[in-house]
């Protein structure tokens, strides 16, 4: 079971990484945080996108997940690799 469960979440984190558009879910999981930290905190940071207006479902776009990230680096990629 260990091994399926291994997999799938394999293939899910692949399929995040191919996708333009991430759910809340998504983006949590594709920036190793919870959703309640994307709700309180990152929402007010990265562009938001209403699926429907006056909905509550919300979208972001992965290459403004990546932009949060790149800008938000504190050193040269070097020093994460010992």
């Known amino acids: 079971m260990t091994k399926l469960t291994s997999q799938l979440s394999a293939y899910h984190g692949a399929l995040v990484a191919t996708k333009t558009w991430l759910t809340r879910q998504e983006a949590a999981d594709y920036l190793g945080v919870s959703v309640s930290m994307i709700d309180r905190q990152l929402r007010h940071t990265?562009?938001?996108?209403?699926?429907?207006?006056?909905?509550?479902?919300?979208?972001?776009?992965?290459?403004?997940?990546?932009?949060?990230?790149?800008?938000?680096?504190?050193?040269?990629?070097?020093e994460f690799f010992i």
């Open 46 to 78: 990265i562009p938001t996108y209403q699926v429907v207006k006056g909905g509550k479902a919300y979208l972001f776009k992965r290459d403004d997940l990546d932009s949060l990230v790149e800008g938000n680096r504190v050193g040269p990629d070097e």
